[in-house]
């Protein structure tokens, strides 16, 4: 009994080794995975020079997106503009000097009036004429006397707009985004030290042609007086002594 049973337990033995040789032996067709550490450093290599190079293009472009940024800043005009009030302050500077009365400032005007106001006088010229002319010289000074306190007067007003001018340039040039609108705002400060430069200009002008009139009046009197005197002594209707009966 014993030995039946060892026979037929044989084959049985030998089905199950050929059933786990097959499970556990691959088909012919497969292939093994064979893992080589060189060639996966190599791949690791290449893959982080790759990445390298993004990372230099990107840092690239954002360099040249900056520097466009940039040249848009440079590039971007000053938003506030002072020229139109300086021209105006400036128009009305001329305009007080071009109201300059009885003698205005022309070189042919001035040439006219000394030849005939403060010129030197002949012994033939009468008392109406000699008073005349004194009449006119002391109007002419009067009135440059009165020109150039308007001068002053419209000096003084131009100088509160052009502190608030200023004070704006000077937080514009601060707050400037670029290279333009910081000249802008140096060459807008320029302007307006021009401006006053020509105010200071104008204001001399007025004072000098006051104190210039009032000088050549004085001298034109002292000739008068000097022809009056001449006249009184040398004259053809001298004083000739002769004698007076007082009582008869």
Not at 53 to 63: D, H, K, M, P, S
Not at 181 to 205: E, R, T, V, Y
Request: aromatic fraction near 4%; charge should be negative; proline fraction near 3%.
């Amino acid at each position: 009994m014993s030995r039946r049973l060892v026979l037929l337990s044989r084959p049985i033995a030998a089905g199950l080794a050929a059933i786990a040789l097959l499970a556990v032996a691959p088909p012919a067709s497969a292939q093994l995975t064979v893992f080589d550490p060189s060639n996966y450093s190599q791949n690791v290599l290449t893959a982080a020079r790759a990445l390298d190079q993004i990372n230099n293009q990107i840092t690239a472009l954002e360099n040249q997106a900056q520097m466009l940024i940039n040249q848009a800043r440079n590039l971007a005009s000053l938003p506030q503009s002072i020229l139109a009030p300086l021209q105006a302050e400036v128009a009305r500077t001329q305009q007080l000097i071009g109201e300059a009365q009885h003698l205005a400032y022309d070189v042919g005007q001035v040439d006219q009036a000394f030849s005939s106001r403060y010129g030197a006088v002949s012994l033939s010229t009468t008392d109406a004429d000699l008073v005349a002319r004194a009449q006119q010289r002391w109007q002419a000074s009067v009135a440059g006397f009165q020109d150039a306190l308007r001068v002053q007067a419209g000096v003084v007003g131009n100088m509160p707009g052009a502190k608030d001018q200023m004070q704006s340039l000077v937080t514009s040039s601060q707050g400037a985004t670029g290279a333009l609108q910081a000249a802008q705002a140096g060459n807008q400060l320029l302007a307006l030290q021009a401006q006053q430069l020509s105010d200071i200009a104008a204001l001399l002008a007025s004072q000098g042609r006051a104190q210039a009139l009032s000088g050549a009046d004085l001298a034109s009197a002292l000739a008068d007086a000097q022809a009056r005197l001449s006249q009184f002594f040398g004259g053809a209707e001298t004083y000739q002594p002769g004698s007076v009966e007082l009582f008869h």
